[in-house]
């Protein structure tokens, strides 16, 4: 089993930043693949932004292309996603995810979920 714990969410204003670390503990092997989903108030979940344990291959929301970037140390099985340029519409709750294998952008792809953080930006 993999546990996911997340940290670095909060209350930002239009165009700051904030970064997200997740951080993989218990038995994952290589190659595997961590990323986000997001989570807005009635809508449903969206991809964000995944990668491969090498961080060799990334792959984004065309959403946050430009604005967000997506990083590991895969000593630690640790994730990064560093947020600038937020919008009000970023505003939702973030999730952590990995899986064993490829990356991919499909939610149902990804086994582990962490248990979320909120992000809101205000405007």
């Known amino acids: 089993q993999v546990q996911l714990v997340e940290s670095g969410g909060g209350l930002v204003q239009a165009g700051g930043s904030l970064r997200l670390s997740c951080a993989a503990s218990g038995r994952i092997s290589r190659p595997y693949a961590m990323g986000w989903f997001r989570q807005a108030p009635g809508k449903e979940r969206d991809f964000v932004a995944a990668?491969?344990?090498?961080?060799?291959?990334?792959v984004y929301a065309d959403s946050v292309k430009g604005r967000f970037t997506i990083s590991i140390d895969n000593a630690k099985i640790t994730v990064y996603l560093q947020m600038n340029s937020l919008k009000p519409e970023d505003t939702a709750v973030y999730y952590c995810v990995a899986r064993d294998g490829l990356i991919t952008m499909v939610e149902r792809g990804y086994a582990y979920w962490g248990q979320g953080t909120q992000v809101t930006v205000s405007s």
């Open positions: 990668i491969n344990w090498s961080g060799g291959n990334t």
